[in-house]
Every structure is written in structure tokens, then in C-alpha cells.
């Protein structure tokens, strides 16, 4: 129980200092627009591997995000130990793709005008494709590390995933369709509604045998 309360405790605090910094940087943005230092670095990225950083851009798309979600429903209902990891997920994965589509409105900040491939017409603060990337992928990476699984898959699948989590990011800078600030910000409202979340369900992301692992070396 302890152990519990200490866990919330610590999701609550990471929840607000993300909220807070997500809400500051998107301040700053808007009314001094991205820094100068960091502006020609972004375009040096800009127009290279596109058709690569255009399949890393459709992997936060509803095509197939929809397709991901219903397998991991259907993994749950078959597998009752991930069940409560998985319907989390998923719950993040909606509230960060609706939360960015929200704060973007919000913030109102213009789109760069050096994109290639597609202009994307939405505005640009935060990136919906960073907190998907940080709030579904990276979660993935980080619930497989902590789980039950065998020790060398758990690690492996967890770089994989991590490292595509950041590729998405890499992606959104290539076809120039944000700002790195922008990618800043959807990573911290990202980390913000996890950490809520798991302010609510402290083990929804160590179900399982790893939760007792946690809460017996707590003890």
C-alpha cells in the first residue's frame, strides 16, 4: 500500500512538471517563434530519406493505428495478464492523439512553410506524431523492458521500439512539417497524461509478475 501511494505520488509530480513545461514552451513559441540557433539545423534535415520519413509518418495515422489497436484488443481479451497494459495503452494513444489535435488549437502556432511531400494545413504546436511516438510507442518500450517477459526479448523489442518512437520524430523534421519545439512539446503532453494515468493506476504499466517484483522489493 505504501508502495502505492509513494507511486502516485511520484506520477502526480512528473504530471505536473511535464504539464508545466509543455505549457511554457508553447508560450514561448508562439510569441518568439522557434530560436534562431535551432532554425538551420531543421533545415538541414529537411527533403532527405522522404519516402522513408513518409512510412514513419503513416505509422501514427489512424490506417494504422486502428488496425494496431484492435489486434492489442484482441491480444488482451486472449491474454488476460497484459490485459490491464493494454487497454491503458490504448486510452493514452486516444488522449494523446485528441490532447495534441486539442493544444493545437489552442496554441494556434502556423505550420514551417519549407515542407515537402505534403503541406499539412493543421497548426503546428504540439506534434500529434510525437505524442503518439512518446505516448504509445515509447509507453510500449517501456512497459515490454519492465515485464515478465524473457530478459533478452524484453530489452530488445524495447530499443526497437524506442528507436522508432524517435525515427517518427526524426520523420516529422525530415518532411518539414514541424519544428523541433513542436516535437518538444507533444513528447511532454505525452509524458503528462501517462504520468496522469498512472497517477490513478500506479501498475497499469507493470501488471503482472513485474508489479509483484516492484511492490516486494518496495516492501
Known amino acids: 500500500m505504501r508502495y502505492d501511494l509513494a507511486y502516485a505520488i511520484l506520477a502526480m509530480i512528473v504530471m505536473i512538471v511535464a504539464a508545466a513545461l509543455f505549457a511554457v514552451l508553447g508560450v514561448q513559441v508562439v ?22 520519413a513518409w512510412w514513419l509518418t503513416w505509422s501514427c495515422y489512424v490506417y494504422a493505428m486502428l488496425p494496431i489497436a484492435v489486434i492489442l ?5 486472449l491474454a488476460p495478464e497484459w490485459r490491464v497494459r493494454i487497454i491503458f495503452s490504448v486510452v493514452v494513444l486516444l488522449l494523446c492523439w485528441r490532447g495534441a489535435d486539442l493544444f493545437q ?33 515509447g509507453l510500449w518500450a517501456l512497459m515490454l523492458y519492465i515485464s515478465e517477459l524473457p530478459s533478452a526479448t524484453r530489452r530488445i523489442a524495447a530499443v526497437l521500439l524506442g528507436l ?9 523534421l525530415a518532411l518539414g512539417a514541424h519544428y ?19 497517477s490513478i493506476v500506479p501498475h497499469a504499466i507493470s501488471a503482472g509478475q513485474a508489479a509483484g517484483r516492484l511492490s516486494r522489493s518496495a516492501e
Open 31 to 52: 510569441h518568439f517563434g522557434e530560436p534562431a540557433w535551432l532554425q538551420a539545423w531543421e533545415r538541414s534535415l529537411v527533403g532527405h530519406s522522404t519516402l522513408i
Open 73 to 77: 484488443l484482441i491480444v488482451a481479451w
Open 105 to 137: 488549437h489552442v496554441f494556434a502556432r502556423p505550420r514551417r512553410l519549407d515542407w515537402v511531400v505534403k503541406h499539412e494545413t493543421a497548426f503546428s504546436y504540439p506534434s500529434s506524431h510525437a505524442a503518439i511516438a512518446t505516448g504509445f510507442y
Open 164 to 172: 522508432f518512437a524517435i525515427a517518427i520524430c526524426w520523420a516529422r
Open 180 to 198: 523541433l519545439t513542436d516535437l518538444i512539446g507533444g513528447a511532454l503532453l505525452a509524458v503528462a497524461i501517462v504520468a496522469a494515468g498512472l
